[in-house]
């Protein structure tokens, strides 16, 4: 019955800024683990951020700390991935992903076998 709809990607030129949604619907529940995954072209899935729905923890790549930010907004039942200082490297499809776990560690959120619900997915090409 979940649900998971990801949007807000497109082309932004390098140093630009971008924010990724991604709606929540169908049974879920506030304790879920949500998580922002990505992946080019011939490479693995990678971790991107995560968030407890609960709680609001957070915690992200090396590669995007201190340029990426999530967040959540629990009337909207929505994860946001805003984006800054975009570099051409973060080009990928971006995809939302829900955990339906109350555990909150690194062993668990940051590997992509662990999420049971995916978002289709939503293109970010950045430019030099």
């Known amino acids: 019955q979940v649900q998971l709809v990801d949007a807000g990607g497109g082309l932004v030129q390098a140093g630009g800024s971008l924010r990724l949604s991604c709606a929540v619907s169908g049974r879920t529940f506030s304790s879920y683990n949500m998580g922002w995954f990505r992946q080019a072209p011939g490479k693995e899935r990678e971790f991107v951020a995560a968030?407890?729905?609960?709680?609001?923890?957070?915690d992200y790549a090396d590669s995007v700390k201190g340029r990426f930010i999530i967040s959540r907004d629990n009337a909207e039942n929505t994860v946001f991935l805003q984006m800054h200082s975009l570099k051409p490297e973060d080009s990928a499809v971006y995809y939302c992903?829900?955990?339906?776990?109350?555990?909150?560690?690194?062993?668990?959120?940051?590997?992509?076998?662990?999420?049971?619900?995916w978002g289709r997915g939503t293109q970010v090409t950045v430019s030099s």
């Open positions: 968030i407890n729905w609960s709680d609001g923890n957070t």
């Open positions: 992903a829900a955990d339906a776990t109350p555990l909150w560690y690194r062993g668990r959120y940051y590997y992509a076998s662990t999420y049971a619900y």
